[in-house]
């Protein structure tokens, strides 16, 4: 990806910053990653509709609150939803929720731990 689209994103979601570790991602994968994440809507320019696409998921499942700080990135199949806590880390926490759960389905420590899992849970990849 280039700068520009870059900036495409962190204007649509309207944060001052994306996280390092992020723009690196996007700048390598930011229009798919392969068979990682496939089926998900995590690269351009569908990553442009996420905080829309966030807003919608959150009102629709009241059991579920988005932290005020957190920011959604991905998608998948319109049921999971995937946000990063603090952008301002260069490398923040990923969160998953479930459409229907009142809490969180799994937490990543960052997001190249959430990347490196995608990696090594997908056949075929290594």
Known sequence: MTAQQVAEIQEAWGVPQLPAVYVDFL???????????????????????MKKWGDDFFHENSGISRPGEAVVFAMHQGYLVYWMSDI????????????GDPSPSRVWPSFTAFLNSHYEDEPGVK
């Open 88 to 99: 301002s880390s260069p490398d923040p926490e990923v969160v998953l929720c479930a459409e």
């Open 27 to 49: 700048t390598h994968m930011g229009f798919g990653a392969g068979r990682v994440l496939r089926g998900t809507d995590a690269f351009f320019p569908a990553v442009r509709q």
